[in-house]
């Protein structure tokens, strides 16, 4: 009966915050992109913007939802459904924490533990192309049907290189588990140089990232949604919440592949500093901007808009306040540090997926493939050839 | 709860089965065919046979069946009128015939089989590192067989699509 609880009390925990996350997700995809382009962004709804994915949800779910009077009713309905479902079923593998224990209750931060969860997130990932594929073909539209057909194609090339990356660091570690790959990924080499699979496997991180772009349909491989020649592509004849659907699946496949990638490569929740350092490092940050913020937010010279910049500073001096508290109950800290770190490493690798979008211009479609075929594939079939060399001769 | 799953799965199977047959359009075949990859990887699941299941989901509802969903897509092709027109007389009598027919023959299987301990839920305990062991040890040879087998079937589709020159 424990059981039932702390996994209900643990599923409401992490799709409330995976949902939400999803919805800032797009707010802070449209600022820094806003930045990079030297515009604001979003700005009108709250202060600067923030209430923006609120009003978008309420947008797309008072909207009519149009069903075209030529699609296939069935796959046409059922398409997003498929895409988003199986999108959001990955994070239930993805430890965010180690085993902690709140007085008799002794849980891990993550929902449940499968011996093959590395499988079963690619397992997962290899049929949510179903979605885009129906939802492109079911729409009886010649756009939307190359945009799935593009899909289709671009996700079988790119499953390659990216289970051969993924192979790598699982000969290193010899297990299927990201539990058990995160704890081979502890201590430190020399004392100082974190024992993660990035460095051994600086190669096959790359490979993995360029293939989760493609994966993950995102620029420089937006083939399947090409506005300037498939309109919209696949989800061209889509509206209402039929339509966030798949933007809700695109953004849960990024998270759940930066997770995918920080297990792997980056040492899940383990710092990157020895203990007594790592520590300090979520106080420094927090403080460190919550001054900045202040500082600019009570500046003389800013003639509008006082109050938002102040409040974001007492927000985060709070965290860091609670960080600097959290070394005193153990549990506290155990918790909120692997957060930290986890959550972290995660937010930056989705930086790079926006700064990428921000940045790189669309690939020619021949150059997708050749690109996949000719150069990806032999690269991540050397680097996995050369572990499995290493890894022979070393082992007894 | 094993047993359960067992009986809501295998349902599904048969299910997916019957409407893959039955079904008019090839798209919709197609995806029964992934209903029934899918629910068999539930049961091997259900044996405890856990890399067969991943593997079952990822080579064939992912990327076989991808690849199937994808031919089907880009031939265009719609659904297919029946050539011929059975009575219902004959459809059902052909129905009930059927099952009979199968029923015999499972009958006659198990009659003519030795006795055998049952499949237990759970009865494999190999682990993945174990499957890989005797992929490598004990059945080398017919791994490496069937590896050359695909890689001719591969060499043979490029020289029949290849462009004459």
Known sequence: MNFFIISLIKVALVAFVLLTTLAYLQWIERKVIAHVQLRVGPYRVGPHGLLQPLADVVKLITKEGLVPSHVNKVFYLMAPFVAVALALTSIAVIPFGPEIKIGPVDTWMQLTDLRIGILFVIAISSIGVYGVALGGWASNNKYSLLGGLRSSAQMISYELPLALAVAAPLLLANTLSFREMVNYQSGYWLGFIPRWNLFPEIIGFIVFMIASFAETNRVPFDLPEAENELVAGFHTEYSSMNFAAFFMAEYANMVTVTAVATLLFLGGWQPPFPAPYSDAVPILVFALSGLIALYHGLNPARRMDKFTLPATALVFLGIAAIFGLSLFVPVLNTILMALFWFCGKVLVLLFVFIWVRATLPRFRYDQLMRFAWIFLFPLAMINLLATSLIVALTTK | ?165
Do not use: W
């Open chain 2, 1 to 165: 709860m094993t047993a359960l799953l067992f009986l809501i799965f295998a349902a599904i199977a048969i299910f997916c089965g019957i409407s893959l047959v039955v079904q008019t359009h090839p798209v919709a075949s197609a995806l029964s065919l992934i209903g029934v990859m899918g629910s068999l990887a539930v049961l091997y699941l259900l044996l405890g046979g856990e890399f067969i299941a991943a593997a079952q989901v990822i080579v064939y509802a992912g990327a076989i069946m991808v690849l199937f969903v994808f031919v089907i897509m880009l031939l265009n092709a719609g659904a297919e009128t029946p050539t011929f027109q059975a009575s219902s007389f004959v459809k059902y009598l052909g129905i009930f015939l059927l099952v009979a027919f199968l029923g015999l023959i499972s009958f006659i299987i198990q009659a003519a089989l030795p006795k055998t301990e049952g499949v237990v839920f759970g009865g494999f305990q190999g682990t993945t590192a174990d499957v890989g062991r005797k992929l490598f040890t004990s059945y080398l040879l017919p791994f490496e067989v069937v590896s050359v087998l695909i890689l001719i079937a591969l060499v043979g589709a490029i020289v029949l699509a290849r462009k004459e020159v």
